[in-house]
């Protein structure tokens, strides 16, 4: 009698309740970042709060059709990506939803979230120039923009317009100078390009370490990556435009998604990524930057210098990297 009770109970706990409520230990990520960046994360959140943390790993488009494909038969409650562009674009495109957080607002600033509160960065990225230590002096250089000067003809390294750092990078100089100004700039890059634009930033610094030029513009993280494997590597990094709008940023963030059956735990859990510990986790692994402006980064990433970072919303990464494209195109950056 007393199996039969029990059983009676928890078949009315599941008729009544809703799912949410009974999977509210579980969540489901949805990652277009690695498996070695994001598991240790989830493993350290899971043994703190008992929290089962279930995952897929792709690239950022494809997770946004299976998104928009599933609708509201998604398992999916956050979902994890890099490029504000792309996290514009799973917001415009009806994937997420707003999250009211004092937590959220506090620990992350305003122009590293989106302005409706769908999406919030989490750990942060410096696009800005390197160089060749034995054939560029630091003085030499001082802005995206001066790129495009006569100095640098035929000594420009650059990555493929069709990566979306790169649009991104572009669709904020629109941001700042407008489409006619910032045009003109991508033609002059492109015409002091000294080889055909790289697939990745490690090939672009390879080719400046080659000779095949001597500046070019990468993510710091991959600056991070080639130092560890060579210590004594001839390049550098330089901060572009602090005498105007700072350097360009980037980040990996996430968002709620909009039929989240979880959404409480989904919000729990994005508070606790912007918290001291999980900052320092999260942005170590790939040698990034904290978003909250209370975190110091790792040393070995405070070893490349202190900057101003531009303070530009990253939503116009996204609003604007169709016109990026275009005019990328225009200029002939391919």
Request: charged share 25%; glycine share 6%.
């Given at each position: 009698m007393n199996r039969l009770c029990v059983s009676i109970f928890l078949l009315l706990i599941l008729t009544v309740l809703p799912i949410s409520q009974v999977l509210a230990d579980e969540l489901?990520?949805?990652?277009?970042?690695?498996?070695?960046?994001?598991?240790?994360?989830?493993?350290?959140?899971?043994?703190?709060?008992?929290?089962?943390?279930?995952?897929?790993?792709?690239?950022?488009?494809?997770?946004?059709q299976r998104l928009k494909a599933e609708g509201k038969n998604s398992r999916a409650d956050l979902l994890l990506t890099v490029d504000a562009g792309n996290l514009w674009h799973a917001a415009n495109e009806g994937?997420?939803?707003?999250?009211?957080?004092a937590t959220l607002t506090n620990n992350i600033p305003a122009h590293l979230r989106d302005p409706g509160q769908q999406w919030f960065g989490l750990s942060l990225r410096a696009r800005t120039i390197v160089y060749s230590t034995d054939r560029v002096e630091p003085k030499q250089l001082s802005s995206?923009?001066?790129?495009?000067?006569?100095?640098?003809?035929?000594r420009l390294i650059l990555r493929t317009s069709k990566k979306v750092y790169n649009q991104s990078l572009v669709a904020m100089l629109i941001a700042e100078h407008g489409e006619t100004d910032t045009e003109q700039i991508v033609e002059s890059w492109v015409e002091n390009l000294a080889a055909a634009p790289f697939s990745n930033d490690t090939k672009t610094m390879e080719a400046i370490l080659a000779g095949q030029g001597d500046v070019g513009i990468v993510n710091t993280y991959y600056f991070g990556r080639l130092l560890k494997k060579n210590p004594?590597?001839?390049?550098?990094?330089?901060?572009?435009?602090?005498?105007?709008?700072?350097?360009?940023?980037?980040?990996?963030?996430?968002?709620v998604t909009?039929?989240?059956?979880?959404?409480?735990?989904?919000?729990?859990?994005?508070e606790w990524l912007s918290s001291e510990k999980a900052q320092n986790l999260f942005a170590d692994a790939n040698m990034e930057y904290p978003v909250n402006p209370g975190v110091e980064a790792h040393e070995y990433?405070?070893?490349?210098?202190?900057?101003?970072?531009s303070e530009q919303n990253l939503a116009k990464a996204g609003?604007?990297?169709s016109n990026a494209i275009k005019l990328m195109d225009r200029a002939g950056y391919r």
């Open positions: 489901i990520v949805y990652s277009a970042r690695k498996e070695h960046l994001i598991k240790p994360l989830f493993d350290v959140y899971t043994k703190e709060t008992g929290v089962k943390i279930s995952y897929v790993t792709d690239k950022a488009g494809p997770l946004l994937i997420l939803q707003p999250v009211e957080s995206y923009e001066a790129l495009g000067d006569p100095t640098w003809k035929n004594d590597i001839r390049l550098a990094l330089y901060w572009p435009n602090q005498d105007s709008t700072g350097v360009h940023v980037n980040v990996s963030g996430a968002g909009k039929y989240a059956r979880n959404k409480a735990v989904a919000v729990k859990f994005l990433v405070k070893s490349w210098g202190r900057f101003k970072a609003e604007l990297q």
